[in-house]
């Protein structure tokens, strides 16, 4: 697992919700918010990613557009 999915992992739990509660606020396809959690983001929809994570931040507490920016970060090749 990346760096980048770890601390969304990381603050999901901090913020005290499970997978399911982060589906039932978002409605974000389970699958995909444990492939997000996981750095495995070939498995969404190339056009949804950024959706995606924009909703799992803001329901988890992060700043949205830093939580973009370090996605952009961890996808660039070294």
């Known amino acids: 697992m990346d760096e980048f ?5 990381t603050q999901r739990e901090a913020a005290g919700l499970t997978l399911e509660d982060l589906f039932q606020r978002t409605r974000i396809n389970r699958v995909f918010l444990e492939a997000i959690e996981e750095g495995r983001f070939d498995v969404l929809p190339s056009v949804y990613v950024r959706l995606f994570l924009k909703k799992y931040a803001q329901e988890v507490g992060l700043d ?13 090749p070294p």
């Open 5 to 9: 999915a770890a601390a969304l992992k």
């Open 64 to 76: 949205v557009q830093q939580t973009l920016r370090n996605y952009e970060f961890s996808t660039q």
